[in-house]
């Protein structure tokens, strides 16, 4: 079956700017979750969907947000964009049933700049 | 907060040499995992550990989970090039069983 999918795969900004990331989820996963990876800090959670619901949140400023659809696609908002936002953004979908062992499938990521 | 530390952050080795790649935390995880990921790909999901003192084997891979469920290793025998990588450790943890990740380790086998 497809795996997941995000668009765009590149992406240039500049300061001040706002972007939308998309992510289609596998077929039957319920879960999405956003992770941030820059060079300094590795892989950052960000936030985390199931069923159309935020269910858990990372250590983010609130000009990051997300949303999921009914139909488990999800995007990814980023406001007022900082150079620092640079960054790979990589999303990961899972059935969601089970936190401690469910198996998270990421997607090639969406590169960020922001000049 | 929970906190990963995988060591070493590089490593750079011949075809056929042995390594081992740890990663340590204060924090106590429910479950454990590995991912590699390659240049422009996701991370890719390798194993996952749940109970302390296991031990799990993928090939030539050899992944442990620590008895207090603390740390974890990861060890791979006999190195290939295809075993190049950027290797993630990751542990669930916590009320809300928040997926943290290591920083990695840059593994580069040369032929």
């Known amino acids: 079956k497809a795996g997941v999918t995000q668009t765009p795969r590149y992406l240039i900004k500049t300061r001040g700017q706002q972007v939308t990331l998309s992510c289609s989820p596998i077929?039957?996963?319920?879960?999405v979750s956003w992770y941030q990876q820059t060079p300094g800090q590795g892989l950052q959670f960000l936030f985390e969907y199931f069923s159309e619901t935020q269910r858990n949140k990372g250590n983010f400023p609130g000009r990051f947000s997300g949303r999921q659809f009914s139909n488990s696609r999800s995007e990814m908002n980023v406001s007022t964009l900082e150079l620092g936002d640079s960054a790979l953004y990589l999303c990961?979908?899972?059935?969601?049933?089970?936190?401690?062992?469910?198996?998270?499938?990421f997607g090639p990521g969406t590169r960020l700049t922001v000049l | 907060t929970q906190l990963l530390e995988q060591s070493p952050q590089f490593l750079s080795i011949q075809e056929g040499e042995n390594l081992t790649v740890y990663c340590n935390s204060s924090?106590?995880?429910?479950?454990l995992q590995w991912y590699r990921q390659e240049p422009g790909e996701g991370p890719v999901l390798l194993v996952t550990?749940?109970?302390?003192?296991e031990v799990k084997k993928l090939k030539r891979l050899t992944f442990q989970f620590g008895d207090a469920r603390k740390d974890s290793s990861l060890h791979i025998t006999a190195a290939q090039p295809g075993d190049t990588g950027l290797y993630l450790c990751?542990?669930?943890?916590?009320?809300?069983?928040?997926?943290?990740f290591g920083k990695g380790t840059l593994l580069t086998v040369n032929p």
């Open positions: 990961a979908s899972s059935l969601g049933t089970n936190p401690i062992t469910d198996t998270q499938y």
């Open positions: 924090s106590v995880f429910s479950s």
């Open positions: 550990v749940v109970t302390g003192g």
């Open positions: 077929s039957g996963h319920r879960s």
């Open positions: 990751a542990g669930r943890g916590g009320s809300n069983y928040k997926l943290t």
